[in-house]
């Protein structure tokens, strides 16, 4: 008996590749795919004489293109780059990697809070920042931490490569807002030295953006930014004087 790896199936007959790189025709097993090792008996003399060097070298290439492109599926379907950063903070402070599409590819806790509400999603990749930031607020108040008529903070920062669009921190803005009509939501864009300082130092973008850059530079709220409304919790919910 031989041992090989199935290469293609037939109604009655199947073609296996020996460890050798011998192509041999072999009875088909009843329960047996394309791709599984077999031991099988040959029934006729070699389809294809595959031991030169030349042959093997090509085999190995393409056994380890094979592998390449398979673990490369995952990049092609979710860019490993994102092309926003989304920072939502109600107590539970948690980021979300974006593409241009405005679908996740990334979601990570910035706190102990955040660790636990992340704990309780899943099958969350690829859905849109709208269906993921409802998931996420509403499991941070299924968690007790927010409840009617509480702030939620939602900085936009773009990555490096990328120029700031107002129509996505917008649009995102909408989505969000359009669902919770309980909350108040403040949206507004972090510059990307912010939160690449935010990032060295391990703490929210969002954080760093208000006590820095706007609640101890800036006393008049930025009209481009926030609504009346959204100034009034911003300033709340960053405990300014």
Do not use: C
């Not at 009655?12 to 460890?19: I, W």
């Not at 702030?151 to 669009?165: F, Q, T």
């Not at 969000?176 to 309980?182: A, N, V």
């Amino acid at each position: 008996m031989k041992k090989g790896i199935v290469m293609e199936l037939g109604k009655s007959h199947m073609v296996v590749m020996s460890q050798s790189g011998t192509f041999y025709k072999a009875e088909r097993y009843a329960h047996v795919d394309v791709g599984e090792e077999v031991s099988f008996q040959p029934i006729e003399r070699p389809l294809i004489r595959t031991g030169t060097s030349l042959f093997r070298t090509m085999a190995r290439v393409a056994a380890v293109m094979l592998v390449f492109f398979v673990a490369l599926i995952p990049f092609w379907i979710y860019p490993k780059e994102a092309y926003a950063y989304v920072n939502i903070e109600m107590n539970p402070s948690i980021e979300l990697e974006l593409n241009k599409d405005m679908n996740v590819i990334g979601l990570s806790a910035l706190n102990e809070e955040g660790r636990k509400v992340i704990q309780k999603l899943s099958n969350w990749k690829g859905s849109s920042v709208a269906e993921v930031a409802e998931r996420l607020i509403r499991e941070s108040h299924n968690q007790g931490y927010i409840g009617d008529g509480s702030n939620v903070m939602i900085g936009v920062s773009y990555s490096a490569s990328e120029e700031e669009d107002a129509s996505f921190t917008a649009s995102i803005d909408e989505q969000i807002d359009r669902q919770f009509d309980s909350l108040t939501v403040a949206t507004f864009e972090v510059p990307t030295t912010v939160r690449d300082k935010a990032k060295k130092q391990h703490v929210s973008m969002n954080q760093l953006y208000a006590s820095r850059y706007l609640l101890h530079e800036r006393k008049e709220r930025p009209m481009k930014t926030f609504s009346p409304s959204e100034w009034k919790a911003f300033q709340a919910f960053y405990h300014s004087e």
